[in-house]
């Protein structure tokens, strides 16, 4: 019996237990859980614990859509109320065994060794009602009771935990019609966030050429017209030529790095010029905390994926610098057939969220905007672990 066996035995008789408990408490209130909002954060409650269990979580559910009577129509209504018989049955069928399993345990381990300080008629009983009257038995049935019941629950919980799981996210899980309905209301949702975004890009990218290299531009034409004006009229003034010349000139090498950054902000050249390899190189040697960068066999991967890959490894990277009081972080890029999978990690302080205005909100909406998905999971106290997938072809 190894320890981690015995870990998933304990987790699966905590399961099974608790099922048991939650089953009992749904036949107490089923006339208040029969309500929409509630069933549906009942059923919401146990898919999550089932996601757990089984280790591999699926897609959130829903919010209920609409409220009062609306709230009755919403799809997956049906199933919150139908989970609440079926689990009332299924967690008592599961749980009342590893109750009896867990529960006869303790005779045998306590009471049956004191067998003799019980009167005739309180003294325990072991396996099918075999009375504890001597010695023999207490030393021979208890042990074996307790040796046959830790085995049952060392073989039989963790399966019956999964099988009660499996149940849960079977009746609770999206039928096809309706995850294609979430998907293009997601897909709906996101292509209005990339609209938006794009006008909120392309007005930038003009402000910042109307107010930075536009103005510059116009303020080197002015010098360089006032100087040709100043050697028409006075060719031996040199020196005020030269000055305005020299103006000129700093003026265009700063117009010139103003529209580097310009250009630098719609696609980075190191992406063009390094890969996302190197461009990602550049960005953890750049970061203000040791930094570790894994990369896979990442193939070929689009422009697009590449640009969001980067913008968000700099962002998050950013935000570790700025926010997290973290000593070390690491970047893991890797890709299984046609989903790149990027993990930024780092051991602060935690407590990173979209509204806390640390750019996780631009980050979503740039892998959402490829059809990508995003995790977060910073509690307080750390650590963080921010986790992109984007599709990058086959």
Known sequence: MSGTGWVQAR????????????????????????????????????????DRQLGTPLPPRPPLRGTGRRAWTDPA??????????????????????LLCVGNVVPAAVATPLWWAFTFQ??????????????????????????????????????????????????LSHSAAEQLADRVAVLTRTRADVLDAHGA????????????????????????????????????????????????????????????????SVYPPILADRGLDGALTAVTTRCGVPTRLELGDLGRVPAAVEAVVYFAVAEALTNVSKH???????????????????????????????????????IRRRVLALDGT???DSPAGGPTAVTLELPCGS
């Open 11 to 50: 987790r699966g008789g905590i399961y099974l237990l608790g099922s048991l408990a939650t089953a009992v408490g749904t036949v107490l209130a089923l006339p208040v859980l029969i309500h929409p909002r509630l069933a549906r954060s009942w059923a919401t409650w146990h898919r999550e614990r089932a």
């Open 77 to 98: 209504t049906p199933r919150d109320l139908l989970w609440l018989p079926v689990h009332a049955l299924t967690g008592m069928a599961f749980g009342v065994p590893a």
């Open 122 to 171: 309180e003294r325990p009983r072991l396996f099918i009602d075999v009375p504890v009257t001597g010695w023999a038995t207490a030393l021979t049935l208890g042990p074996l009771q307790i040796v046959l019941l830790v085995a049952v629950a060392y073989l039989c919980f963790p399966p019956a935990a999964r099988a009660h799981a499996r149940i849960c996210r079977a009746v």
């Open 201 to 264: 890009e392309l007005r930038r990218i003009e402000r910042d050429l109307h107010d930075g290299t536009q103005n510059r531009l116009v303020a080197i034409a002015m010098r360089l017209a006032v100087a040709r004006q100043a050697f028409a009229d006075d060719p031996r003034d040199e020196q005020f030529v030269a000055e305005l010349l020299r103006d000129a000139h700093e003026g265009a090498e700063e117009a010139m790095t103003e529209l580097r950054e310009v250009i630098r």
């Open 324 to 362: 997290s009081r973290a000593t070390a972080a690491a970047v893991r890029v890797s890709r299984t057939a046609d989903r790149l999978s990027v993990a930024i990690t780092d051991d602060g302080i935690g407590g990173a969220g979209d509204r806390q205005g640390t750019g996780l909100a631009g």
């Open 374 to 376: 995003v995790g977060v």
